[in-house]
């Protein structure tokens, strides 16, 4: 301590003379030393947060006459820490009267009258301060050299604001601190790149990629910092529910692993100390949440960091956040209720919103059939429906060839789209190209006319006669004004075209209430799905997924003891129950083309710990970053992340990645072919 202490200009750490005992004011200051370094008393010793008032307990230089020092500008060199003794969006009424010190930025500045006013913001919220030039000479001349983001502290008397001041609006908008003494803890001096306080509600919203390089300064808008806080208490909701209510334990997974075939590229790490060999951060910690079942941990869960390499759009970052789940000895109704259970907590303490109990139910044909989605949004009821035997025998080319080849035809109904849609928009316009962009080829569409027959393409229309016609309707529920609008083909291109369409139409036409709440369940998933261009069977979820019990004979074709968790048609949280047999778990990879040798090789130790007593059991992951931004609702989960990559993979604040000096190439064993971006 004694070197420490030599090493430090003299500080005072007892409350200043000027201000009343019951504000004590713990200021370091620390100067650049010069060639005379005051001299320190032989008694040396600091308190705990408050300084003695005791002489004999500090250490000693002289004391100013004044709280803060009255230049609006600290020295340059000069290190301060002032403690407060209030927050700015915490005062109220009941605090009339009382003396307070208050640390915060400026985030709006005034003059009005001959006074001048300031609004000074901290993390809980906004004050205004308003200056007293005849009683506070020098704290009126400071404030008004002030600017938008300085840090000050103030020190003054909280009292009501005039009748006609009081501002309904703002949480602290009854009460005022008149300023007696004001000191700059540091200056803003360079030009912001937008302004913080007032952004929220400008018309011209700041572009993202200058926020995102200027992100300590975004997270001081209120939106963002309401979205952290709001992350916060989602986290802090999850961990007590788990914890003490159902006693899960966390546990941290490896960070640095083994590659794997989970679907998307893998981030490499080169390994200095085992030259040529890499590691792979985890796309989820699925294999060792397992292996912790097999250890004997009952429920398991974790606040998990994960990394995919793969193309990104709003609702996806390269590095993500999810919450992690595994449970032994938990059949599939009970791993529902808990998870349905858990999410109805979160939304009713952050949102306030009553969810169903229980949720809604699909299995993944029924939405694929009546929705085209395996995450519908069932907050409006567009529903597709299959029109292929209608048209089973017409006589346009366009259907009957699709049919023949052993496609299908399925119909859109809009309800009063003929008022809406133009015939030139459904040719050219932008519904015409949202299909085209989902791999349709055209548009076929008809509309139904005053009189409730058919009208569109000529020879579409002949194709059915009256009677045909009339099933056609009443098959899709459509009367005068309505739209049809169809997609033809494989079953899988058609559910994509429509169900775009199907948003698309929605959002136009104004069919979704945003006020509504649509959470279900999607069970009965596929196990596999075939990949066309590599010819081969690949797990729609994960090759680790328990198939259904009743499908164990024809595993290609099986249904898989999966669910998805769908909020207003996003997934916010997909898991299964798992394989816990070695033998159906290799039968399960050879399937998906991966041969014993090549399972050894890259799953041996799982396969082991499944012979070694592994459990029955199962899991569920939650994407906390978009769960967040739905609870938040912002756009992108880059607005509820506190320093995201941008839509190309980059750090726009610390610009990363980088180039990296060679010899740390060297080290690693590895050389670049490309050429410096530098």
Not at 175 to 193: C, T
Not at 272 to 289: D, V
Not at 562 to 591: C, F, H, P, T
């Amino acid at each position: 301590m004694s070197l420490l202490l030599r090493s430090l200009p003299a500080v005072a750490l007892r409350a200043k003379s000027s201000i009343p005992p019951r504000l004590p004011l713990l200021l370091l200051t620390f100067r650049r030393l010069n060639s005379n370094p005051p001299k320190l008393l032989q008694k040396r010793a600091f308190s705990s947060i408050y300084a003695s008032a005791s002489p004999s307990e500090t250490l000693s230089v002289p004391t100013p006459k004044q709280p803060f020092p009255p230049s609006a500008e600290t020295n340059a060199e000069e290190l301060e820490w002032v403690n407060r003794t209030a927050l700015c969006g915490e005062l109220s009424e009941p605090d009339v009267g009382k003396r307070v010190r208050l640390c915060g930025w400026v985030a709006l500045h005034r003059v009005h009258g001959g006074l001048t006013f300031l609004s000074l913001r901290d993390h809980t919220g906004i004050v205004q301060v308003t200056t007293l030039p005849d009683d506070f000479p020098e704290a009126h001349s400071v404030v008004n050299g002030l600017r938008l983001e300085y840090v000050v502290a103030v020190e003054g008397v909280v009292r009501s604001r005039p009748i006609e001041s009081i501002n309904k609006k703002m949480k602290t908008g009854f009460i005022e601190v008149a300023a007696e003494h004001v000191h700059v803890l540091n200056a803003v001096k360079s030009k912001l790149p937008f302004l913080i306080t007032t952004s929220d509600d400008a018309k011209d919203a700041t572009k993202e990629e200058i926020r995102l390089r200027y992100r300590c300064l975004d997270l001081r808008r209120p939106q963002m910092s309401s979205n952290i806080m709001l992350r916060h208490k989602v986290v802090k909701l999850i961990r007590r529910y788990l914890e003490d209510l159902h006693d899960f334990v966390e546990i941290e997974t490896p960070i640095l692993s083994r590659s794997t075939p989970e679907g998307a590229r893998d981030y490499l790490v080169p390994s200095r100390i085992q030259p040529g060999a890499f590691y792979a951060l985890p796309q989820s910690p699925q294999l060792f949440k397992q292996m912790l079942m097999v250890s004997g941990f009952d429920k398991y869960y974790q606040i998990a960091r994960c990394f995919r390499d793969e193309d990104l759009r709003a609702d996806r970052q390269p590095e993500f956040t999810q919450l992690d789940m595994e449970l032994a000895f938990t059949p599939l109704e009970d791993m529902l209720k808990l998870n349905e259970d858990l999410i109805r907590k979160v939304f009713l303490e952050i949102k306030g919103v009553e969810l169903p109990n229980p949720f809604p139910r699909l299995t993944y044909a029924e939405a694929m059939s009546r929705y085209g989605s395996d995450r519908p949004d069932t907050r409006f009821d567009l529903e597709l429906k299959d029109v292929s035997d209608v048209f089973r025998n017409s006589s346009f080319k366009v259907f009957a060839d699709t049919l023949s080849s052993g496609g299908i035809i399925k119909a859109l109904c809009v309800p009063s789209g003929s008022q809406h849609y133009s015939n030139s928009a459904l040719k050219k316009g932008d519904i015409y190209n949202e299909a085209i962009k989902s791999g349709a080829k055209g548009l076929p569409f008809l509309k139904v006319s005053n009189d409730g027959t058919l009208e569109g393409i000529p020879a579409l229309v002949s194709s059915l006669d009256r009677n045909e016609q009339n099933h056609f309707l009443k098959l899709l529920s459509a009367s005068s004004g309505d739209l049809i609008l169809f997609a033809v083909g494989n079953e899988a291109s058609v559910n994509k075209v429509l169900d775009r369409l199907r948003l698309h139409v929605a959002l136009e036409l104004g069919l979704i209430d945003p006020s509504r709440n649509s959470i279900l369940w999607v069970t009965d998933f596929p196990m596999f799905e075939w990949n066309d261009s590599e010819e081969r069977f690949e797990a729609l979820h994960h090759p680790f997924t328990a198939p259904h019990p009743e499908d164990m004979n024809d595993l290609a074709s099986a249904r898989a003891l999966a669910y998805d968790m769908v909020y207003n048609g996003v997934e916010i949280g997909g898991g299964s129950l798992r394989i816990y047999k070695r033998e159906v778990q290799e039968k399960v990879l050879k399937i998906v083309g991966i041969s014993s040798e090549q399972a050894e090789a890259k799953f041996g130790y799982l396969l082991e710990a499944l012979d070694m007593g592994a459990p029955p059991h199962g899991g569920i992951a939650y994407g906390l970053d978009r769960l967040t931004m739905l609870l938040a609702g912002a756009n992108s989960i880059r607005d509820v992340i506190a320093f995201p990559k941008t839509t190309t993979a980059q750090c726009a604040l610390t610009r990363s990645p980088s180039d990296v000096d060679p010899q740390q190439l060297k080290d690693l064993s590895l050389q670049t072919t490309l050429t410096s971006s530098k």
